[in-house]
């Protein structure tokens, strides 16, 4: 059942309630944004503790308050049949979420709570680490941007945003995931938990043998940090996904330090780990030095399929060092390098190893200063590549020369299912060449998706 942003509000709610208690057929509600209050999240507490057949409950942007979470969590004391629950932008503060917590400690079903943006503040993220250290049941907790509400202002933080005091808030969460065996995936977005919330949740992952993923995107986390968390996933066997995009990691985070003294970072880190096999390091200031390191461990590792590098200032050297470490590695399948300064000579290395790889599926090469030259140097790869599927090259500066040499690349290929050119300098002697492929393609029976 799906109801979402329809205003239906605390009668709407009461009614399809009183509906639930006898219906044994529907298994998911969505009713976000339908200003349902209090009195329409009790209404449905009382129908779940009745009703055994709704697996997925999606109630966020409701202005529940404490007093709906209060009467949820009772609920779900009782019921067994419920797995997902988004509670995420309900208002709920410190007394919902340690109403949803004591329940938590009973209910063996739910296995995804997503708390996201309700200001549970220090009080609400302690009780939901007590719960977690006696629940044995997995449980995926979403926390974003809560665990900082209720810091004190200080002067030297970014305008808009609070603090993070990672021995107040973090710290509870970290002890709890240390003897935690239930929880697999911790989101953690926008808290600015900084290096040192960082280093307490690295800690905790050199004995956590549950989380699979982590999400700490914009989070303040710089090079200090970032090593912390490499030197855990040398030992730890769980983590499958990590998030760092849109934080404070430069060069120094990324490759390995050999000096006595320093821990060892992220690129280290892959050469020995065997898990994790998505890393997402967008948006942040990793240059030419820190992308060779990366390639370097990427010539060992054999786990990683998926590398976001998005936004960052690798340059062609940089990538020319991704390029040759990736003509040996047969796991990574996607790469990411949209907007970072990538010109024709990188992608001309790029060209040379996609000629011979058989994994990589997607490539995002958009918003850099890629020209005809480098266009051409892809297409004669695509010639005979056949892995590739996917190709972003939207916002660069690729003309009638450089698309023309593509499209006869596409006449042969037959992997190639969606290519990405807009916002380029394509004319019309472009524009044709293209359509003439595509209409070729139709009638062999292959599709091809294109946006100009």
């Given at each position: 059942?799906?109801?979402?942003?329809?205003r239906?509000?605390?009668?709407?709610?009461?009614?399809?309630a009183e509906a639930?208690?006898?219906?044994?057929?529907?298994r998911?509600?969505?009713?976000?944004?339908?200003r349902?209050?209090?009195?329409?999240?009790?209404?449905l507490?009382?129908?779940?503790?009745?009703?055994?057949?709704?697996?997925?409950m999606?109630?966020?942007?409701?202005?529940?308050?404490?007093?709906g979470?209060q009467?949820?969590?009772?609920?779900l004391?009782?019921?067994?049949?419920?797995?997902?629950?988004?509670?995420?932008f309900?208002?709920?503060?410190?007394?919902?979420?340690?109403?949803?917590?004591?329940?938590?400690?009973?209910?063996s079903?739910?296995?995804?709570?997503?708390l996201?943006?309700n200001?549970?503040g220090?009080?609400?993220?302690?009780?939901?680490?007590d719960?977690?250290?006696q629940?044995?049941?997995?449980?995926?907790d979403?926390?974003?941007d809560?665990?900082?509400?209720?810091a004190k202002?200080?002067?030297?933080?970014?305008p808009?945003?609070?603090p993070?005091?990672?021995p107040?808030?973090?710290?509870?969460?970290?002890?709890?995931?240390?003897?935690?065996?239930?929880?697999?995936?911790?989101?953690l977005?926008?808290?600015?938990?900084?290096?040192?919330?960082?280093?307490?949740l690295?800690?905790?992952?050199?004995?956590?043998?549950?989380?699979?993923s982590?999400?700490?995107s914009?989070?303040?986390?710089g090079?200090?940090?970032?090593?912390?968390?490499?030197?855990?996933?040398?030992?730890?066997?769980?983590?499958?996904?990590?998030?760092?995009?849109?934080?404070?990691?430069?060069?120094?985070?990324v490759?390995?330090?050999?000096?006595?003294?320093?821990?060892?970072?992220?690129?280290?880190?892959?050469?020995?780990?065997?898990?994790?096999?998505?890393?997402?390091?967008?948006?942040?200031?990793?240059?030419?030095?820190?992308?060779k390191?990366?390639?370097?461990?990427?010539?060992?590792?054999?786990?990683v399929?998926?590398?976001?590098?998005?936004?960052?200032?690798?340059?062609?050297?940089?990538?020319k060092?991704?390029?040759?470490a990736?003509?040996?590695?047969?796991?990574?399948?996607?790469?990411?390098?949209?907007?970072?300064s990538?010109?024709?000579?990188?992608?001309?290395?790029?060209a040379?190893?996609?000629?011979?790889?058989?994994?990589?599926?997607?490539?995002?090469?958009?918003?850099?200063?890629?020209?005809?030259?480098?266009?051409?140097?892809?297409?004669e790869?695509?010639?005979t590549?056949?892995?590739?599927?996917?190709?972003?090259?939207?916002?660069?500066?690729?003309?009638?020369e450089?698309?023309?040499?593509?499209?006869?690349?596409?006449?042969?290929?037959?992997?190639?299912?969606?290519i990405?050119?807009?916002?380029?300098?394509?004319?019309?002697?472009?524009?044709?060449?293209?359509?003439?492929?595509?209409?070729?393609?139709?009638?062999?029976g292959?599709?091809?998706d294109?946006?100009l």
């Open positions: 059942m799906i109801l979402a942003s329809n239906i509000g605390p009668e709407g709610a009461q009614a399809l639930l208690k006898i219906n044994s057929s529907v998911l509600m969505i009713l976000a944004s339908n349902i209050g209090p009195e329409g999240a009790q209404a507490a009382e129908a779940l503790k009745i009703n055994s057949s709704v697996r997925d999606k109630l966020a942007s409701n202005r529940i308050e404490p007093e979470a009467a949820l969590a009772e609920a004391k009782i019921n067994s049949s419920v797995r997902d629950m988004n509670l995420a309900n208002e709920i503060g410190a007394e919902g979420a340690q109403a949803l917590a004591e329940a938590l400690k009973i209910n079903s739910v296995r995804d709570m997503n996201a943006f200001e549970i220090a009080e609400g993220a302690q009780a939901l680490a719960a977690l250290l629940r044995k049941t997995s449980v995926r979403t926390l974003a809560d665990l900082d509400d209720g202002e200080s002067d030297d933080q970014v808009g945003r609070r993070f005091e990672a107040v808030r973090l710290q509870a969460l970290a002890e709890a995931l240390k003897t935690n065996a239930s929880v697999t995936s911790i989101g977005w926008r808290n600015s938990i900084g290096d040192e919330g960082a280093q307490a690295a800690e905790a992952l050199k004995t956590n043998t549950s989380v699979t982590i999400y700490l914009l989070n303040s986390i090079d200090e940090g970032v090593k912390a968390l490499a030197e855990a996933l040398k030992t730890n066997t769980s983590v499958t996904s990590i998030d760092l995009g849109a934080n404070r990691i430069g060069d120094e985070g490759k390995a330090f050999c000096v006595p003294g320093f821990q060892v970072a992220l690129a280290e880190a892959l050469k020995k780990n065997t898990s994790v096999t998505s890393i997402n390091l967008s948006s942040n200031s990793i240059g030419a030095e820190g992308v390191a990366l390639a370097e461990a990427l010539k060992m590792n054999v786990s399929t998926s590398i976001d590098l998005n936004e960052n200032s690798i340059g062609d050297e940089g990538v060092a991704l390029a040759e990736l003509k040996t590695n047969v796991s990574v399948t996607r790469i990411k390098l949209w907007g970072n990538i010109g024709d000579e990188g992608v001309k290395a790029l040379e190893f996609l000629k011979t790889n058989t994994s990589v599926t997607s490539i995002s090469l958009a918003h850099n200063p890629i020209g005809d030259e480098g266009v051409k140097a892809l297409a790869a695509l010639k590549n056949t892995s590739v599927t996917r190709i972003y090259l939207a916002r660069n500066s690729i003309g009638d450089g698309v023309k040499a593509l499209a006869e690349a596409l006449k042969t290929n037959t992997s190639v299912t969606s990405d050119l807009s916002d380029n300098s394509i004319g019309d002697e472009g524009v044709k060449a293209l359509k003439q492929v595509i209409e070729e393609k139709k009638k062999m292959f599709k091809l294109m946006t």
